[in-house]
């Protein structure tokens, strides 16, 4: 377990740059983390036997020389337990929030929480928007107002069944389906805002894994210095039988090549303990490929680069019924890498954010 190499987080570091990440004091942001990486790495232990006590050695070594800090190496600890090896390059989560993030995005990736500015900032025809509340009020897509009267007959005119986001919403949290016979607009008003979604039908090879709910790709893109978009990561996210929607909490997430689309022979429940199979289903991960995963990354690049303010996006895509991709989420604040950098990473290595930190030493 990590709690035995005790590489501990309260030491003086220099990279805060003026900022606190996610409502964190920099002592608490690490402490946070490095709780998580350690509750992770003890679950792959317990799957995998104890860690090589060499690969703590290296990832100290490297946290401390490279990136300027011994405090960032539980989590590349925990990326050589999963990968089972030490690789340069890997960027540990807590890292990206403190130092990349900041410099990649600044205060510009927080407007990705506002999910009723989302079409607005992207302007892309792929969401699958209907309505917005927003200060007490309801809006159709063209921000014209929707009468109290009109609510539901516009929201519902697609179909019986709803998303409704609130603000800040993320994580799959904050997330619900709603029916057109039991609909209260007294609930909406009681949020603070958000976004009524259409109920996206998926592709059948989605169906084929977990019908219950949606499947999203999660695709992670990255501005480099030469102004180039590449995409650096790409994962499955899929739901469980009990969920009406994907969640961070109770999710199987599988790795995308991204060369191909094809799935990783293993799928990873929110512990990090992995599987062959979906465990709900039985669906089998190894040797699918996606369908049409080419079209998803070409739509994440192409948002990207109309969208240059944040410099690293995830966006969680879906393959409908028809083919099409849609846009359920994105993310340009403290997306998620630590799962990409565990499963196929590094991912980032030639970016050069190992010396972001030195810029403000």
Request: charged content about 25%.
């Amino acid at each position: 377990m990590l709690g035995k190499y005790r590489i501990f987080v309260c030491d003086k570091i220099g990279s805060a740059m003026g900022m606190m990440n996610d409502g964190y004091d920099r002592y608490s942001f690490h402490a946070h983390q490095n709780n998580t990486a350690r509750r992770l790495l003890e679950n792959i232990e317990s799957e995998k036997g104890e860690t090589d006590p060499e690969f703590a050695r290296l990832s100290k070594e490297y946290a401390r020389d490279v990136l300027g800090w011994a405090g960032y190496a539980p989590w590349l600890v925990v990326y050589s337990a999963m990968a089972g090896g030490f690789k340069e390059g890997w960027i540990p989560d807590n890292y990206y929030g403190w130092v990349v993030v900041p410099k990649m995005s600044g205060r510009t990736g927080s407007v990705t929480a506002a999910k009723t500015l989302t079409a607005k900032l992207l302007d892309t025809d792929r969401l699958p928007d209907i309505a917005y509340y927003v200060n007490g009020l309801f809006y159709d897509t063209a921000w014209e107002t929707i009468p109290p009267g009109g609510l539901s007959e516009h929201i519902f005119k697609h179909g019986p069944r709803i998303v409704y986001k609130t603000n800040g919403s993320g994580r799959g949290e904050s997330v619900v389906i709603l029916e057109r016979d039991s609909f209260d607009a007294a609930e909406i008003r009681r949020t603070s805002g958000g976004v009524f979604q259409t109920y996206i039908g998926q592709h059948g090879f989605f169906d084929g894994i977990m019908p219950d709910s949606v499947a999203t790709l999660r695709l992670t893109t990255v501005i480099g210095d030469n102004g180039a978009v590449s995409c650096r990561a790409a994962y499955l996210r899929i739901g469980r039988r009990a969920d009406t929607h994907v969640k961070s909490a109770s999710a199987v997430k599988v790795a995308v090549d991204l060369a191909s689309g094809e799935l990783g022979g293993k799928g990873y429940l929110a512990d990090w303990r992995s599987l062959e199979a979906h465990p709900d289903t039985g669906f089998v991960f190894g040797g699918k490929t996606l369908p049409e995963f080419r079209k998803c990354v070409d739509f994440a690049l192409e948002t990207h680069r109309k969208n240059p303010l944040s410099r690293s996006i995830g966006w969680d895509v879906i393959v409908d019924a028809g083919c099409e991709v849609r846009l359920n989420e994105w993310n340009a604040g403290h997306n998620d890498i630590k799962f990409s950098e565990a499963a196929q990473g590094p991912c980032f290595a030639d970016l050069g954010w190992e010396k972001l930190w030195r810029e403000n030493k």
